[in-house]
């Protein structure tokens, strides 16, 4: 089975940028407009209803960026976590308006917790328990709404953890969303496996991929071949899973060059 048709993140303005390129072929497009605590905490309705006019006649799926700002899914506090709740709670709201079946949440793992597992040894557990309480009532939401959640690498060195927590969890709204970039930093500045082990650790659990590329020393979003990801290997990764993920172009800046950036892709024979 192909790989799936390469969507994009965007934000408002892209839409109008991209929007022959992304309609025409219907491809999937992940809105990131949602994830910052004023825009979440405040009145979405208005942008939800400008989305939805510039949305008619788009087919390709859809996802959004649910907030993450200070949001730690394994927070050991049940009174934070309730705040976090709420959070998540109110982006599956702007989800379903949206006509969105995926949403992706943060994951909490950090090198810190690597170095730490067994100095502090209770700590992983109670982090797994942590997460299971917060994303609770929250599966069971996205369930009703059809969206599923896909749990982001972020600071996380192990591959398993997330993996871990997923299944874990056993929730069928509950995957892992996998970050080329953030995987190569960890890889370039922490040691982490590379790339393709995060990928083949993930296995079926994986829905969703953010293709940017980085130079291994920050978390950069250039674009697929602009950093030092190897996209040949990436690619063949992604084939052999027996899942066929979600896949978005997530770059910082000139959005404009995104159809370019997938011709290129498409000239290796990696991407359509």
Request: glycine fraction near 14%; charge should be negative.
């Given at each position: 089975m192909p790989l799936p048709l390469l969507g994009t993140a965007i934000r408002r303005p892209d839409l109008d940028t991209l929007r022959d390129w992304i309609f025409d072929a219907g491809r999937a497009i992940e809105i990131q407009d949602f994830v910052m605590p004023e825009v979440i905490a405040g009145d979405t309705s208005e942008l939800v209803a400008d989305y939805r006019t510039a949305l008619e006649g788009h087919e390709g799926p859809r996802g959004i960026h649910g907030p993450f700002f200070g949001l730690d899914l394994a927070n050991p506090d049940a009174e934070i976590r309730a705040v976090i709740q709420r959070r998540l709670l109110k982006g599956l709201e702007i989800a379903e308006a949206l006509g969105a079946t995926h949403m992706v949440v943060h994951s909490p793992f950090t090198y810190w917790h690597v170095l730490n597992r067994d100095n502090y040894a209770a700590l992983h557990g109670q982090m797994l328990d942590a997460i299971a309480a917060c994303l609770a009532p929250v599966l069971t939401r996205a369930d009703a709404v059809g969206c599923t959640l896909m749990l982001e690498n972020i600071d996380d060195t192990d591959p398993a953890h997330r993996i871990e927590a997923i299944r874990r969890i056993g929730h069928p709204r509950l995957k892992a969303s996998l970050d080329t970039g953030h995987a190569e930093l960890a890889h370039g500045r922490y040691n982490a496996p590379p790339v393709v082990d995060f990928i083949a650790r993930a296995g079926d659990a994986l829905?969703?991929?953010?293709?940017?590329?980085?130079?291994?020393?920050?978390?950069?979003?250039w674009h697929p071949g602009e950093g030092r990801v190897p996209w040949a290997a990436v690619f063949t990764a992604l084939d052999r899973l027996p899942a066929r993920p979600r896949l978005i172009l997530e770059v910082r800046d000139r959005p404009e060059r995104l159809p370019e950036t997938v011709r290129r892709l498409e000239a290796l024979g990696l991407a359509c």
């Open positions: 829905g969703h991929v953010h293709l940017q590329d980085a130079d291994g020393h920050a978390d950069r979003h």
